[in-house]
């Protein structure tokens, strides 16, 4: 079993930045990737950004060139770095997590945090 514990959510006003950060603990052989999901009101989850233990990056077009993604693969960490942030960034943001449990692979969620941009 996999737990994922983000942090850094919160109220930012528009043009501003946020630090996402999300630790992954359990018995897990290896994270191949780990990313950022979002969900607005009304509206599917969506990849913000993700990023495998090779350091390999993928961003949505909506944040691209705004935010960076990072991982620390010892620490079993990632970071997700917005900047220039606009009102429609406006979601609950899932810290992701594929891993490799003995020798399947499983998908993980965190619980979610609330990032709310004001105009």
């Known amino acids: 079993q996999v737990q994922l514990v983000e942090s850094g959510g919160g109220l930012v006003q528009a043009g501003g930045s946020l630090r996402l950060s999300c630790a992954a603990s359990?018995?897990?052989?290896?994270?191949?990737?780990m990313g950022w999901y979002r969900q607005a009101p009304g509206q599917q989850r969506e990849l913000v950004a993700d990023i495998t233990d090779g350091g390999r990056t993928n961003y949505a077009v909506s944040v691209k060139g705004r935010s960076t993604i990072s991982r620390d693969n010892a620490k079993k960490t990632v970071v997700l770095q917005m900047n220039s942030l606009k009102p429609e960034d406006t979601a609950v943001y899932y810290c992701?997590?594929?891993?490799?449990?003995?020798?399947?692979?499983?998908?993980?969620w965190g619980q979610g945090t609330q990032v709310t941009v004001s105009s």
């Open positions: 992701w997590a594929r891993a490799v449990v003995g020798f399947t692979p499983y998908e993980y």
């Open positions: 359990g018995s897990v052989f290896r994270i191949p990737a």
